[in-house]
């Protein structure tokens, strides 16, 4: 039975939902780059080339709408539990769907119904949300591509990482993309055996 067991990273980061009834492919899955409307061009373009870079079984999907059920009116947010469980519903079989947003997402954390996230996936699974609405107008390419391959990261099983430069990293309530270079050699082995060019 599907479940949910959200693990925060942070209230601007990451975070992860433990779908431990899901099973992975034994066989390279192919991702699919979901965009919703609000994405433009260029930042579809730019999270494609640096994935690919790593994962070369990457298809592009015409852009979305957000589901409206995912719209929470009280924050002006979008849940991203429900948009993962959108998601899911449109997931093929040996596929991944990760999404692509501008808006802000969030999920549910304790006795804080609606806290503020930048991305959430499936661990392990096929679905996950990355969102740029917090990232640092600075460094937006970067980070943003940081918090996608972190959701990313999840879906092929990976836990936090206490190696402070990995892709995985846990942020404990901060944002430390910056300082965010690579996989770590355990979390780069643990996707190594599932295909990645790394």
């Not at 990976?158 to 996989?183: Q, S, W, Y």
Request: glycine share 6%; with cysteine.
């Amino acid at each position: 039975m599907y479940r949910f067991g959200l693990l925060l990273v942070l209230m601007f980061v990451f975070a992860c939902d433990d779908n431990s009834s899901s099973v992975l492919n034994k066989k390279p899955i192919v991702v699919d780059l979901q965009p919703f409307s609000d994405i433009t061009s260029e930042q579809l373009k730019f999270i494609h080339q640096e994935l690919h870079k790593i994962y070369p079984r990457i298809l592009i999907r015409q852009p979305i709408d957000m589901p409206p059920a995912a719209y929470y009116k009280e924050r002006n947010r979008y849940r991203a539990d429900t948009i993962l469980r959108f998601l899911r519903s449109r997931a093929r079989e040996g596929h991944l769907i990760i999404a692509l947003t501008n808006k802000d997402i969030s999920h549910t954390k304790g006795a804080v119904k609606d806290y503020g996230i930048m991305g959430l996936g499936l661990c392990p699974g096929n679905a996950c949300v990355a969102s740029s609405f917090r990232v640092s107008k600075e460094d937006h390419w970067s980070q943003f591509f940081k918090v996608a391959i972190h959701e990313l990261g999840h879906t092929q099983g990976l836990p936090h990482c206490p190696v402070k430069i990995c892709f995985m990293r846990d942020a404990k309530g901060k944002n430390p993309t910056d300082e965010e270079k690579e996989f770590c050699s355990k979390c780069k082995a643990h996707l190594i055996a599932r295909g990645w060019a790394l």
